[in-house]
């Protein structure tokens, strides 16, 4: 009887293990990871690049793409649907230990590859029949989930589905499937969205069922290989010079969607790559953590690569090169005399340090090669590497605008001398992955107080009131819209644009060259999105002291008498030596009086306006609605933008208007509440919001690439809407005007919403229209 019990266990042990492999094992066979590892040739007239790829753009990319994709699913391309899906959170912001990057096209090229860097497949791997490809294959499985249970058409989407954007994930992987479907019936794909249609799920089950064929990426035309090529010239030029250059230049353009908009058509988008193969050869990328690391080749080929995967406005930042470009930056770095004895390292303390690795180029020729495109400079540190989360822009207030120091005024102020005074003290402590918390902070927190007294220091001696003018503000030449930028936070994401947007904001930057560069280097270049809490913690509380500088050069333009007050107002609630590390502590203080004449009592107010007036001639006039807007809904949004106080609270941070006129077309608008702190000084912000000072800002055209809510009205029923907005008072209150305007997710008429949505928003902004991201849409 023993040995019988023994033998059944065992045989119940043997029969578990087999259930725990795959309930597909039995009837459709082993898995084959190499399965997509060469893909199927699909039929004529079927092409993955225009009959799939598309259809995902509309439907799955809204969800899935980027670091914070769904379950890491990014569905942007062939190969990140074959790559699969991981259980592993990208922004896992506790990790103790930095992680290993899992980046599409860099880490692994196979989807072989991907299985053993805890990627699963969506796709069947196994047997090869249509009846496998669907039952097999979890893509198919969640697209026919949502067939059978689509969920409601009207009304919120049930709370259990947990729609969340910080929800834990599910990610089911294949033995888990059957478990998932019934525990979350209304859990298939799109997520929490309307299913497809008939005819699109058709269109992709019968690709699925094939075998997800794909027949690779057509060759690049001859007049984009062309200008390939006379880039790829022009990066890898053999003096040190141009060495040097280039590796400045890639190191500020490696995120761009670079395009040459002197070839007539369609874009087609490039990156610029670190290559162990010169140009001529095929590009052989150098794979590290950051861009600022050792090559260890023995040299670098800085090469353009084809762009794989649809564009989404959340990382889509273009960059144009054209004659005009090379130009400038021939002028600026390689025609001028000077002298670049020895190219830098990549030492880790210097790789964190552009100001000592870079030093033998002209500072001048730095700065105006970020100026130039001073939006996508910005850009960077809200839709580089970071892509999302709120470690990145908690620091900034919801909304303010940017000037900059003008480089004429740089060139004197920024000279030489001064860093190599104060070089060593500009250090950023996102060097390493693997970051402490407390000791790193202390040590650069007393780095930064050394820059702050030398900076202090050389201004009180450099300075007087001649040189605190506005003609010290960089005026873009009379042409470049650069020169005024305002950044918009929308909780855990933001956007750049370019221009004064809104009324007067609380708080503007003055940035200059020292500040402009560590911006970038701190967020973009030297950001590692898998480096453990203490890289990321780090990162955040630096920026408080780079924020601190961008008011402080704003401060400097007041009267000294008015200074400490304006201080006060924007750090209410702070500590005194928060305070006083922004600007009249001991290495902040600047005892110099401002050249800029003041009529009123309320200086901060006063050099807002004269900072738009001075700029006035490169503002975009259609950001003034009051004269840009269509006439019939000029007063219904002057009405919206006027709403202040505690109603704005249960508002959206980000919602899309689209409006339609009497003639029948449609204008699109977007809503953003600018959420009153008390300060931003301060990582954990309960307790720091005054609703009472919400404001709303309406902005002709899609800002931000996260919309929260949409609305759909005429423009007759813009005044009922600003009413309603006006008159919130609670969750209920706001549930019956999404009842009223809102197309919620249940919403049966959504996906037709949201392909117009798009499609306006790619004829109203061709060149920066990207498929939206719907992660923290609303359910209410």
């Known amino acids: 009887m023993r040995r019988l019990s023994t033998l059944l266990a065992a045989l119940l042990l043997s029969a578990c293990t087999l259930l725990a492999v795959s309930p597909f094992e039995a009837t459709v066979g082993p898995a084959d990871p190499t399965r997509f590892d060469r893909p199927a040739t699909p039929l004529p007239g079927e092409e993955y690049a225009t009959t799939i790829q598309p259809l995902l753009d509309r439907r799955c990319v809204v969800c899935h793409a980027c670091y914070d994709a769904a379950c890491q699913l990014k569905a942007q391309s062939w190969e990140g649907l074959v790559r699969g899906a991981s259980k592993v959170d990208a922004y896992d912001q506790s990790r103790l230990l930095a992680a290993p990057p899992q980046r599409l096209y860099v880490d692994a090229e196979r989807p072989s590859e991907w299985r053993g860097r805890e990627f699963f ?400 280097y701190l967020l973009v270049a030297d950001y590692d999105v898998y480096g453990n809490v203490g890289h990321q913690l780090n990162s955040r509380l630096y920026m408080d002291y780079l924020r601190g500088e961008g008011e402080f050069n704003f401060l400097a333009f007041l009267p000294l008498a008015q200074r400490m007050a304006v201080r006060d107002y924007w750090y209410r609630g702070s500590s005194p030596s928060a305070r006083e590390m922004v600007y009249g502590g001991p290495v902040s203080t600047l005892p110099v009086e401002t050249g800029v004449r003041y009529r009123t009592s309320d200086a901060r107010t006063e050099l807002m306006v004269q900072l738009k007036s001075r700029l006035g001639p490169v503002l975009d006039a259609n950001l003034d609605l009051t004269r840009s807007a269509p006439p019939e809904v000029r007063g219904g949004l002057a009405s919206l933008g006027a709403i202040r106080g505690a109603a704005l609270q249960w508002m959206p941070e980000n919602a899309l208007l689209s409006v339609t006129l009497g003639d029948g077309s449609t204008r699109t608008y977007t809503l953003m509440r600018d959420t009153g702190h008390e300060n931003v000084s301060h990582l954990i912000e309960k307790h720091q919001l005054l609703p009472e000072e919400d404001t709303l800002t309406v902005v002709p055209g899609i800002a931000g690439a996260y919309p929260n809510a949409f609305y759909r009205m005429n423009a007759s029923q813009l005044g009922a809407f600003a009413d309603a907005v006006r008159g919130l008072r609670s969750e209920a209150d706001y549930s019956v005007l999404s009842q009223r305007f809102a197309v919620r997710r249940t919403d049966p008429a959504f996906w037709a919403f949201s392909d117009r949505l798009h499609e306006k928003y790619a004829q109203d902004q061709p060149g920066e229209a990207g498929v939206l991201d719907y992660n923290r849409l609303e359910n209410r």
């Open 121 to 520: 497949s969506v796709l069947n791997e196994r047997a090869q029949t249509p009846e496998a490809n669907r039952t097999a294959g979890l893509l198919s499985r969640l697209l026919a989930l949502k067939q059978q249970h689509p969920g409601p058409n009207e009304g919120a989407q049930p709370a259990a589905l947990k729609i969340a954007s910080d929800r834990a994930p599910m990610c089911p992987a294949e033995a888990q499937i059957e478990a998932y479907e019934r525990a979350n019936p209304l859990g298939g794909m799109p997520f929490g969205l309307p299913a497809l249609s008939p005819d699109e799920h058709q269109r992709l089950s019968r690709w699925i069922e094939r075998g997800a064929p794909y027949e690779g990426r057509s060759s690049l035309p001859a007049p984009f290989a062309a200008q390939v090529e006379n880039w790829e010239r022009f990066f890898n030029g053999d003096s040190a010079r141009e060495q040097l250059f280039a590796r400045y230049a890639f190191e500020h353009l490696f995120v761009a969607h670079l395009y040459f908009d002197e070839v007539p058509g369609a874009r087609r988008h490039f990156r610029l790559v670190r290559s162990s193969t010169p140009p001529g050869t095929p590009v052989k990328p150098i794979v590290t953590r950051r861009p600022v690391e050792d090559p260890q080749v023995p040299r670098v080929y800085y090469r353009l690569a084809e762009e794989r995967e649809s564009l989404v406005a959340k990382t889509f930042m273009p960059y144009a090169l054209n004659a005009q470009r090379m130009a400038r930056w021939r002028s600026l770095f390689i025609d001028p005399s000077y002298t670049v004895d020895k190219l830098p390292g990549y030492s880790p303390d210097d790789a964190a340090n552009p100001f000592i690795t870079f030093a033998a180029l002209p500072v001048g020729a730095r700065y105006r090669f970020m100026l130039d495109e001073a939006q996508y400079t910005i850009m960077g540190f809200v839709k580089g590497p970071v892509c999302r989360g709120q470690v990145a822009v908690n620091v900034i207030e919801d909304r303010f605008w940017v000037a900059f120091i003008s480089p004429d005024a740089a060139d004197d102020l920024a000279t030489g001398a001064l860093f190599r005074q104060a070089g060593r003290h500009a250090t950023l402590p996102s060097g390493s992955s693997n970051s402490t918390i407390l000791a790193t902070w202390i040590r650069y927190g007393e780095i930064e107080r050394d820059y702050l007294k030398a900076r202090t220091d050389f201004f009180a001696r450099n300075l007087g009131p001649e040189r605190i003018t506005l003609d010290s503000i960089w005026d873009g030449e009379g042409r470049n819209a650069n020169a005024a930028l305002t950044i918009s936070r929308h909780f855990d994401n933001a956007s750049v644009m370019k221009g004064f947007v809104g009324d007067t904001p609380k708080t503007a930057w003055i940035i200059g060259y020292p500040l402009l560069e560590r911006i970038h």
